[in-house]
């Protein structure tokens, strides 16, 4: 089993530490694994130690906001050399607009006639890697856990045996605070170009996440995104159907891309999402011996040294 889309505490709405992640990657049998964080590399090391220990196959990654053609989207970067300032550069990017656009989200949340606090975000954040940034699955929680509150009607769907209680946090994120709705707050993000292009500079893979959720209603953006160079398409992952998985398995054929499958794992703001759970029906070894064919990032001892034998 192989699980190239995970999420530490290094990412704003994670839970897992980077050596907590690779041991229940362990315990379940996975083999191989990339821990992905939002616009951030920093867990890269602790795991690939970890890994080597556990005898997991690890490659190192981050998964980067951006921008095309005004629509937000997720860019997956493998093999990376993550000691490289460049991504640095992109975390500090993304952190300098946190603590203005996280004040801007609470007096929207206010607005809609919510009674919540900066000292109650301050709260649910405390233990975050990102303290000044509030995510939306954080106003989520603070909000779910008053108990004045327990019989909101705006609160129903996302509480036990409502429309959306899958995944509530992350299903309250999307209702209110993505794109074109009532909380959102813009965060500038660099054009998918850069991102391609700096994942490149840096010996890495780059591999669109999940596009059957961020290309619903503009797939036509396809053909755009692929003359930007991208190298594969997450075609196996939680939030694809058996037929978007085939659907992007097609596109990544036709295209001459990679294909990669990654769970989307979390921890509590995602309960629904399991790890290793994302229907890939690809033959690990192939995967894996892909990815180390085309990436010529050669920082990582943990990538090469578990490099596939030509025997095999």
């Given at each position: 089993?192989i699980?190239?889309?995970?999420?530490?505490?290094y990412?704003?709405?994670?839970e897992?530490?980077?050596?907590?992640?690779?041991?229940k990657c362990?315990?379940l049998g996975?083999g191989?694994?990339?821990?992905?964080d939002?616009?951030?590399?920093?867990?890269n090391?602790?795991?690939?130690?970890?890994?080597?220990?556990y005898?997991?196959r690890y490659?190192?990654?981050?998964e980067?906001?951006?921008v095309?053609d005004g629509?937000p989207?997720h860019?997956?970067?493998?093999?990376?050399?993550?000691?490289?300032?460049?991504?640095e550069?992109?975390?500090?990017?993304?952190?300098s607009?946190?603590?203005e656009a996280?004040?801007?989200m609470l007096?929207?949340?206010?607005?809609?006639g919510f009674?919540?606090?900066?000292a109650?975000m301050?709260?649910?954040?405390?233990?975050?890697?990102?303290?000044?940034?509030?995510?939306?699955?954080?106003?989520?929680?603070?909000?779910?856990?008053?108990?004045?509150?327990?019989?909101?009607?705006?609160?129903?769907p996302?509480?036990?045996?409502g429309a959306?209680?899958?995944?509530?946090l992350?299903?309250?994120y999307?209702?209110?605070?993505?794109?074109?709705?009532?909380?959102?707050?813009?965060i500038?993000?660099?054009?998918?170009?850069?991102?391609?292009?700096r994942?490149?500079?840096?010996?890495?893979?780059?591999?669109?996440a999940?596009?059957?959720?961020n290309?619903?209603?503009?797939?036509?953006?396809?053909?755009?995104?692929v003359?930007?160079?991208?190298d594969?398409?997450?075609?196996?992952?939680?939030?694809?159907?058996?037929?978007?998985a085939?659907k992007?398995w097609?596109e990544?054929?036709?295209?001459?891309?990679?294909?990669?499958?990654?769970?989307?794992f979390?921890?509590?703001t995602k309960?629904?999402?399991v790890l290793?759970?994302?229907?890939g029906w690809?033959?690990?070894?192939?995967?894996?011996?892909?990815l180390?064919r085309h990436?010529?990032?050669?920082?990582?001892?943990?990538?090469?040294?578990t490099?596939?034998?030509?025997s095999?």
């Amino acid at each position: 089993m192989i699980d190239l889309h995970l999420h530490s505490c290094y990412s704003n709405d994670g839970e897992w530490t980077p050596r907590a992640l690779v041991q229940k990657c362990a315990d379940l049998g996975i083999g191989g694994m990339s821990i992905t964080d939002h616009n951030c590399v920093r867990a890269n090391r602790e795991a690939e130690v970890a890994a080597k220990e556990y005898g997991i196959r690890y490659i190192p990654g981050i998964e980067i906001d951006c921008v095309y053609d005004g629509s937000p989207f997720h860019v997956l970067g493998y093999g990376i050399d993550f000691s490289s300032p460049d991504f640095e550069t992109i975390e500090k990017n993304v952190r300098s607009q946190g603590r203005e656009a996280s004040l801007q989200m609470l007096a929207k949340t206010q607005a809609l006639g919510f009674a919540i606090t900066e000292a109650e975000m301050e709260y649910a954040a405390r233990e975050s890697y990102w303290p000044e940034t509030w995510t939306g699955e954080m106003f989520a929680e603070v909000l779910l856990s008053k108990a004045e509150y327990a019989s909101h009607e705006r609160l129903r769907p996302y509480r036990a045996g409502g429309a959306r209680d899958d995944n509530p946090l992350v299903n309250f994120y999307w209702d209110f605070y993505s794109q074109g709705k009532p909380c959102h707050v813009e965060i500038h993000y660099p054009p998918m170009r850069e991102i391609v292009d700096r994942i490149h500079q840096n010996g890495g893979l780059a591999v669109l996440a999940h596009p059957g959720m961020n290309l619903k209603g503009k797939e036509w953006l396809l053909e755009g995104i692929v003359q930007l160079g991208i190298d594969g398409l997450e075609a196996f992952s939680s939030y694809h159907s058996p037929q978007e998985a085939q659907k992007y398995w097609q596109e990544a054929k036709k295209h001459a891309l990679l294909t990669t499958c990654g769970s989307d794992f979390h921890g509590k703001t995602k309960p629904a999402i399991v790890l290793g759970n994302h229907g890939g029906w690809l033959a690990e070894e192939t995967v894996w011996e892909v990815l180390l064919r085309h990436s010529t990032n050669k920082c990582s001892e943990n990538l090469h040294s578990t490099s596939l034998d030509e025997s095999e």
